[in-house]
């Protein structure tokens, strides 16, 4: 069954979840089902391996499926094997940039990768990391964020748009579908509600990728609970959104 709604006067056909390409990470299924992955991120460095270790197993408790660990350096990139033996969620390591942290992170045994391939440099670089992705099974999440929205987009668009952020994101996809790769899960993060909401609609309308939900810089833990829910809410009751995670500052 299609959904249709209309936002800003415009008409989309919605994509039910289930209709939404299936994407593993490690032994979660993220799209292609009714399921809602639950994600959350620790906030201690990932170099600490036993604060990290504390921190997943209490988010294990609390029933998170998937944990997402930052890695702006080679020791952390270096710790995850010894931190993923100690747990068992799957984990996402986020990337910036830096495609020999994605390679380390990949021969750590990281089930999913968080990195915007236009942004890792040559294409060279690019296709190491993809060729090692394929090898080890493992997705790609491309994150477009309003607050790092390319220069050319804001020229275009004169602000941050929901259009500038679709854009932006078939640079990436375009990347990584022209090396025939196409285990991809996208996200959309604002602190705009509005923004969100529209955004994730044009994505549901254009790709049948499974989408990451969450918004960016939400705040302190009340006022991210009212925005994430604001945001998320009217999506999730339109079956768009396979995996959420919820953003709070301090």
């Avoid at 969620?89 to 990281?110: K, N, Q, T, W």
């Amino acid at each position: 069954m299609k959904l249709k709604v209309y936002f800003k006067d415009i008409e989309v056909s919605m994509v039910k979840r289930t209709e939404t390409r299936p994407v593993m990470v490690g032994n979660i299924q993220i799209g292609g089902n009714d399921h809602v992955v639950i994600q959350s991120m620790t906030n201690s460095h990932t170099r600490d391996i036993e604060g990290t270790i504390d921190q997943c197993l209490a988010l294990e408790d609390l029933g998170c499926e998937i944990v997402r660990f930052a890695v702006p350096g080679k020791e952390d990139a270096q710790a995850i094997g010894k931190i993923r033996k100690e747990i068992h969620m799957p984990v996402v390591a986020d990337i910036h940039f830096d495609y020999r942290l994605a390679l380390m992170c990949l021969e750590s045994g990281v089930d999913a990768i968080r990195i915007n391939p236009g942004n890792i440099g040559s294409k060279d670089k690019v296709v190491k990391v993809v060729e090692k992705c394929r090898e080890k099974n493992v997705p790609i999440r491309i994150g477009i964020n309003s607050g790092s929205l390319e220069k050319s987009e804001l020229d275009k668009y004169g602000h941050v748009t929901a259009e500038g952020m679709i854009s932006s994101a078939q640079r990436h996809i375009d990347i990584l579908e022209e090396l025939d790769f196409r285990d991809i899960v996208l996200s959309f993060k604002s602190s705009d509600v509005p923004t969100t909401i529209d955004v994730y609609r044009l994505a549901a309308q254009r790709w049948n990728y499974p989408l990451h939900l969450g918004v960016t810089e939400a705040g302190s833990f009340f006022s991210s609970s009212v925005k994430t829910s604001a945001a998320l809410g009217p999506l999730l009751a339109d079956g768009i959104g396979n995996t959420i995670r919820v953003s709070v500052s301090g």
